[in-house]
Structures are given as C-alpha cells and as structure tokens.
C-alpha cells in the first residue's frame, strides 16, 4: 500500500495484511497467530519470522508464495521451518514459524503470501511485501578527490558524503575513518594500482563509508558501524583479516582476497592449536559475506560466540572460496536464525562448517562443498537446534557424515546431500572415525528428519550409526530411519576423476566435485522449491551440483 500527499508525492510501501477469521476450537493445539515480520533484508534474501502461541502439539505449518511486486505469476517457496519455544547457552527464542527467501535480485520488492494451516484451529492467511537491498554503490554524482600521502589525511577528515577518496600511489599509514556518508551518498575510499596502506584501518560507530580497491598489509575492522562496505580489497593480515567485535548492520563485504599467517599443519589444527586469526568476522544482523578468497586463519569466515554474539540473524555467507583453515572453515556458531551458509567451497579445513550450537534455527546450510574436512564436515555440537543441510557435498577421510556432538541434535533436517568418507586416522589428538557413512550418535531422531541422502565410504562397507540405530547395509538404513530414500555412492559418482583425500595434512588444491549423468546420484533427490528450481530429468540430483550445470564463481568475481 502507498499513500499520496497533496502534491502527489508518494509514500513508501507499506505491508498489507488479510486475515481469515481463526478458530480456537483445538484448545491449546490451536495456533494464534502473530504479526508477520522480514527483519533485515539482504541483497539476495529475504528472512520471514511469525510468532504464533498455542499449538501445543506443533503441527502447524506455513506454506510459502511469493513474486515481483507486480507480477502476475506466483513462485513457490520452502515451507517455513516450525521452531518451537526454547533455550539454550544463555539465550532464548519464541515459538513461531520462521524461513528465508533465496536467490533474490536486489533492490527489488516482493510480494510474500503466507498459509498457515493448523487442523486444531487458527489457520490463516497473511500477504506482506518487503524490498532486497541494493548493491552499494558511490553516489551518482560523486566528487573525486585525487590524494597523496601527503594530502591524505587532510582530505579524510574534511570529507563530505558522496566525495570518493582516490589513493594515488604510495605507501599510507593505518588510519581511522573519522566521518560517515549518508544513504546514496557514501564516503569511499579507493585505491589505485600501487597504493599500499600499512597498517590497520579502523571505522568505529560510522556508517555509509565504502573502502574499495585497497591493499592493507594488516586489519580492517568496523566495530558499531552501518551500511559499510569493504569490496576488491587485498588484505595481508598479521591476525585478523576483516572484523566487527561489536554490534554493526548490513555490511557488504564482498570479493576481496583475504590471507593471515596460520600454515596447514596437524601442529594448527583445532581451537588449542598453533593458528592465529579470524579471516572475516561480523557480529548483528544483515550482513552480506560473498565470493571472497580467504586462506590461513584459524577460522576462515566467523560470528562471534556466547556473550559476545549479538542479533546474529539475517546473515547471508555466500559463493566464498575458503581454504586451509586450522579450525572451522566457517564459523556460524551462535545464529539466532536464518542465517544462510550458500554456495561456499571450503578445501582443507580441520571443520569444514561449525554451527555450535544453531539457536532455535532455522540456519540453512545449502550447496556447499566440502573437501578434505579433517575431523567434520558439520560441527553441529552445544545441542545445536534447528539447522537446515540441503544439497552440500562432502568427501573426506574417515566418518562421511560424523558429528561428535555428545549432547543431543535437535530439529535436524537434511534433504539431497552426499557425504563419502574412507579410513580415517588421528590428527592433532582427534580422531577422524573408522569410515562410517554417518556418525550420529546423539541425533535427536524424534525431532530430525534425514531422507534423499547420498552415503559412501571408500572403505567398501556401508555402516552407520544414526541416534540408537546400528546400521550395517542400505537397506537397514532405510528400514530403521527417516532415510526411506538415501541411496549408496561411491567416488565414481563424479564426473572428473577425483582423488580421495586419505593424507589429511596434505593442501589439496580444490577439486571439481559435479556429478556424473546416470550415476547414482542423479535424480535421486527430493523437490525443494525456491532451492533445485529449474532441475533436470526425473527429480533433482543430490550434492551441490545438478549435472552439467557450469561451476558456481567461488571468490573474487
């Protein structure tokens, strides 16, 4: 809905809402439900959050439309993730139905139709509309101002909104950002071929302030600021690479090539071992982390933990290329929901990806690909709560799909993975796992639901362990768990011929892991509207990869 004044100016959009009459004849299984809300949209998704009380019984469930303002066909979408009231390391989260939007374009508004139907009572209809962000951008107008070292410092701190800083070449001291541009008319920083800043750069409780282009031999960090955007940077770290350790909002932060000191070592591994640094690390919510190249740290991309984790919700982790990392690939401990871990590749990590614990969920884990993951492919440890794996693909040494959480894994929903593990060993006092196909001891199975996955083992055997159940064929499986569709695959499954990575310790280059046409993979999976769109053949294929389709760009565009 938009208002026009007097003069014909028109208002922003506004969301709308239609509400069919709810019954409350279900008692306490009937759903009340709450006001819609979409907190925090990114570039390329959009989160949906509704409250609801009652429902005691939790089968209420929301199905999803949405589309282009003004467009006359309507998408799918996943269903909302039903996230009951919980707790858990201090925190706490409501009970509502909760989900994101994927594979949005920017700045763009949509249209989003929600239906609830609960057969105790309450069932309901809500249409609400929300707007992606933009990709920043300097202003249109912008003044460029050509700077020296010498005239450096002068200029930043007399800067105006929309002026574009251009660093001439030379050698700039660290320096603090001491000015904010406004919105469409940001401050930036540009450098230029031969511009090397030595030392940290620092923006503290700014926002609208753009650093492009620039080669820092030390650290970037934007601690309590909005709106800010690090793109095409070459950062040289000594310990942290990018990083907020205080609440901030929306940063872009985008294609840059990030490289710390920690070497791939069993003597690095784990959080006790001999690394140093977090490559890219936000805290807050709306972040946008994409396609950057991070390589050396003890964490490659991370959220901050317990205490210190703030609004960490609405965080889009997307299309990066991170290697060699001592502890997690990426970190998202400590989500509070929707955070999107999309499209990552992730080479010689000791966990390719950590999320302990998920806080309520849902935190999705989509087409990821994971190779040579010492210890795990999913830290899914803290009794992590609500984490959503679908399409990723993991080949590593010893357990395929192993978590070693010793505390139960609630809610846990996988659709169309493929996890191949072989003989493990020990690596930094860890043990990797004999070769099992799934190691899940401590699954919460009465809240999980596992089924279109693909299992392997290098080993030759086909064994696993999924909360109680003691698996030792396909069938077994099958029978006794929720996996009533996963089928058994092997390394001849991919379309190049791939080595599997029995010497952990050994810096594999990536490999191309898409899938083979006809092998057991194809066509095995389960339909997810808004994620496999557009798949060929019967059904889409399980893994990151739907085959013949062109590699994603992981890194620096």
């Keep these: 809905m938009r208002a026009r004044d007097a003069a014909g100016n028109l208002s922003a959009p506004a969301t709308a809402s239609a509400t069919t009459p709810a019954s409350s004849s279900g008692g306490a299984n009937a759903t009340v439900a709450g006001t819609v ?81 609960d057969p105790d009572g309450g069932s309901t209809t809500r249409t609400v509309t929300a707007t992606t962000r933009s990709v920043p951008a300097p202003a249109a107008s912008a003044t460029v101002k050509q700077v020296t070292p010498a005239t450096f410092a002068s200029a930043l701190n007399n800067a105006q909104p929309g002026d574009i800083l251009q660093l001439a070449a030379g050698t700039y001291n660290a320096f603090t950002v001491p000015r904010s541009g406004t919105a469409g008319k940001p401050i930036v920083i540009r450098g230029t071929s031969g511009a090397v800043v030595n030392g940290n750069i620092d923006l503290f409780s700014q926002h609208h302030v753009h650093l492009e282009g620039l080669t820092v031999n030390g650290r970037i960090r934007f601690n309590s600021s909005n709106h800010v955007a690090i793109i095409r940077c070459t950062i040289n770290a000594q310990g942290d690479g990018i990083v907020s350790f205080l609440r901030s909002e929306n940063a872009y932060i985008a294609d840059n090539v990030v490289t710390g000191r920690t ?69 998202a401990d400590y989500c509070f929901h929707n955070c999107r871990i999309l499209r990552n590749r992730i080479t010689n990590a000791f966990v390719g990806i950590s999320s302990q614990p998920s806080l309520g969920g849902p935190t999705y884990h989509v087409r990821n690909v994971i190779y040579n993951a010492v210890l795990g492919a999913f830290k899914l440890n803290n009794t992590s709560t609500g984490d959503v794996l679908l399409h990723n693909t993991v080949v ?26 072989g003989p493990g060993g020990n690596y930094g006092g860890y043990s990797t796992g004999s070769g099992l196909v799934a190691s899940l001891d401590t699954l919460d199975t009465a809240t999980a639901s596992l089924d279109h996955d693909g299992y392997g083992s290098t080993t030759g055997r086909f064994e696993a362990r999924i909360g109680s159940a003691r698996i030792s064929s396909l069938a077994q499986m099958r029978s006794s768990t929720t996996e009533k569709n996963a089928v058994q695959v092997g390394m001849d499954v991919f379309a190049a011929s791939v080595a599997f990575p029995s010497s952990p310790m050994t810096a594999y280059p ?48």
Excluded at 76 to 81: A, E, F, I, S, T
Excluded at 297 to 310: K, M, N, P, T
Excluded at 396 to 421: C, E
Excluded at 536 to 550: C, K, Q, T
């Design 37 to 117: 809300s979409t907190p925090y949209p990114t570039l390329h998704h959009i989160t949906i959050d509704w409250p609801v009380t009652g429902d005691a019984n939790q089968n209420g469930v929301v199905t999803v439309r949405y589309r282009k303002q003004g467009d006359g066909t309507w998408r799918q979408g996943l269903p909302l993730r039903r996230v009951p009231t919980g707790s858990n390391a201090g925190f706490s989260w409501a009970n509502r139905h909760s989900g994101s939007l994927f594979d949005l374009q920017p700045g763009t508004t949509y249209e989003i139709e929600l239906t609830l139907t």
């Design 263 to 331: 070497t791939w070592a069993e003597s690095s591994l784990g959080v006790n071992g001999n690394n140093v640094g977090e490559g890219i690390l936000v805290t807050g919510p709306g972040h946008v982390i994409m396609n950057n190249r991070v390589r050396g740290f003890r964490d490659g991309i991370s959220f901050l933990e317990q205490g210190e984790a703030v609004d960490q919700y609405s965080i889009d982790v997307l299309n990066n290329d991170i290697s060699n990392a001592a502890d997690d690939g990426i970190e």
């Design 396 to 421: 590593k040494s010893g357990d395929g799909f192993g978590v070693y959480a010793g505390v139960p894994v609630r809610h846990l929903y996988t659709r169309n993975n493929l996890f191949i593990g």
């Design 510 to 557: 990536a490999p191309d892991l898409r899938i083979k046409a006809g092998s057991a993979a194809a066509d095995a999976g389960a339909v997810l509207p808004n994620i496999n769109d557009g798949y060929g053949g019967s059904a889409p294929d399980l893994g990151a990869y739907e085959a013949g389709s062109a590699l994603p760009v992981y890194g620096p565009r």
